[in-house]
């Protein structure tokens, strides 16, 4: 059965809150369902409650009386605020972020204000989980529990809030650690990757701060200190409320270190060279040995789209990642790659690791998990794809 009410307790308040599920107007559309026995979820005052910083938007930890009035105090002081909730017995299966729209009948009461813009992203990004994303959800994205309302009292008056998976660590931060290494940074490039292969363009990146939604889980169970380092950390993409169903993507080039600087029309997707930029795969005062080997593989990518047009956009990118970057992880890893010869243009076939015994492009083979899930199929719209 779907739990449609949650009790919220604030540590340092002296209650708690019951909240409950709450419709988007205008929106019939569906969420996750909480996990079974979540009857309440708790937010540890001085810990747990953060925004991020107006300049280089990393966390920054706010108490409760420094969020008590928020909304009422002009615009400067709306940055989102989000928190980190568990459940009493702390199982670390069940993590959420709640962000929460504070005193909501007056910080929404402005159509113009900034907080009514808050607000506007919050209602945006759930209805495109709800619309796009739910085959998507717990692999690539946070899994999305919908809108909640409560009251909060003398604390914060009316509180709106989504509830999501929590996912873990930003790369805005972890690119300021040690976890800052080459396969990191791959796996940031294959996350966006595997988004656009699936239709999914998050609506563009303009400043290095912006990977504030990559989002990677370092503390997973069973993650190894190697692993973290080695790209091998569950990562998840969040914020869609800019964002795009129905891109077809028209990249040439895998997202890795090129070496080399393509223009945007020779990269054929604008979000991906926003990310070849951000990430310094495309360092763009340096004229580097790489020139050859990059437009080798625009031309490579080229010519074997049209000795075997039947293939889809996502295969002719793994082929060539396969044929010219053999040692860079792939993008859709449940997919093992065969080379019908070892002439340069061969042509590739695909076998899908979780249905051994079905064709990946056979539509009428339909599944709900994103782990098992082929770009062919369009995770926006029960096969649809535009
Ligand atoms: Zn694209």
Same mark, same amino acid.
């Given at each position: $059965? ?42 540890? =005052? ?7 910083? !107006? ?6 930890? @706010?108490? @409760? ?21 568990? *459940? ?9 972020? @709640?962000?929460?729209?504070? &005193? ?19 209602? &945006? %990004?759930?209805?495109?989980?709800? &619309?796009?994303?739910?085959? !998507? /959800? ?24 989504? @509830? ?14 040690? !976890?800052?290494?080459? #396969? ?21 990146? %303009? ?9 990677? %889980? ?7 200190? +190697?692993?973290?380092?080695?790209? /091998? ?8 409320? =800019? ?21 945007? *029309?020779?990269?054929?997707?604008? /979000? ?24 080798? #593989?625009?031309?490579?990518?080229? =010519? ?12 002719? !990118?793994?082929?060539?990642? #396969?044929?010219?970057?053999?040692? $860079? ?10 080379? =019908? ?6 042509? +590739? ?5 979780? #249905? ?25 719209? &029960?096969?649809?794809?535009?």
């Amino acid at each position: $059965m779907t739990t449609t009410a949650i009790w919220v307790r604030f540590t340092g308040l002296p209650h708690r809150f019951p909240a409950k599920s709450w419709r988007i107007p205008n929106h019939t559309g569906s969420f996750a369902s909480l996990p079974p026995d979540t009857p309440y979820i708790i937010i540890f =005052e001085d810990e747990a409650i953060f925004a991020n910083q !107006l300049g280089g938007k990393r966390r920054r930890t @706010l108490s @409760l009386d420094q969020t008590r009035t928020w909304g009422y105090n002009g615009d400067d002081d709306c940055q989102a605020i989000y928190a980190q909730a568990q *459940t009493p017995d702390a199982d670390p299966t069940k993590v959420f972020c @709640l962000r929460m729209i504070l &005193n909501a009948k007056h910080s929404t009461s402005d159509t113009r204000s900034t907080p009514f813009k808050v607000y506007e992203k919050l209602v &945006n %990004d759930a209805v495109f989980h709800s &619309n796009h994303l739910r085959d !998507l /959800e717990g692999v690539y994205v946070p899994l999305h529990y919908g809108l909640w309302i409560m009251d909060a009292g003398d604390w914060a008056g009316t509180v709106l809030f989504s @509830l999501t998976q929590w996912c873990g660590t930003s790369w805005n931060e972890l690119q300021y650690t040690t !976890l800052n290494t080459a #396969a990191n940074r791959i796996l940031v490039g294959r996350s966006y990757e595997a988004l656009h292969d699936f239709g999914i363009d998050c609506g563009g990146l %303009d400043r290095v701060y912006d990977f504030r939604h990559v989002i990677f %889980d370092v503390y997973a169970p069973g993650l190894t200190q +190697a692993q973290r380092s080695n790209g /091998e950390a569950p990562c998840y993409i969040v914020d869609f409320s =800019e964002a795009r169903a129905d891109h077809e993507c028209k990249r040439v080039v895998p997202v890795l270190p090129l070496g080399f600087s393509l223009s945007s *029309t020779q990269v054929g997707c604008r /979000e991906m060279t926003d990310v070849l930029i951000l990430l310094k795969f495309m360092p763009l005062f340096e004229p580097s040995p790489s020139a050859k080997q990059v437009l080798a #593989a625009v031309a490579w990518h080229s =010519e074997y789209s049209k000795r075997h047009p039947d293939q889809p956009g996502w295969q002719v !990118l793994a082929a060539q990642r #396969a044929k010219l970057y053999p040692d $860079m992880p792939p993008v859709h890893p449940h997919f093992e790659i065969a080379f =019908e010869d070892e002439s340069l243009y061969a042509r +590739a076939t695909f076998t899908d690791e979780f #249905a051994p015994d079905s064709d990946p492009d056979d539509e009428s083979e339909t599944t709900d998990r994103a782990e098992s899930a082929s770009p062919d199929s369009d995770p926006s719209d &029960n096969g649809r794809r535009g």
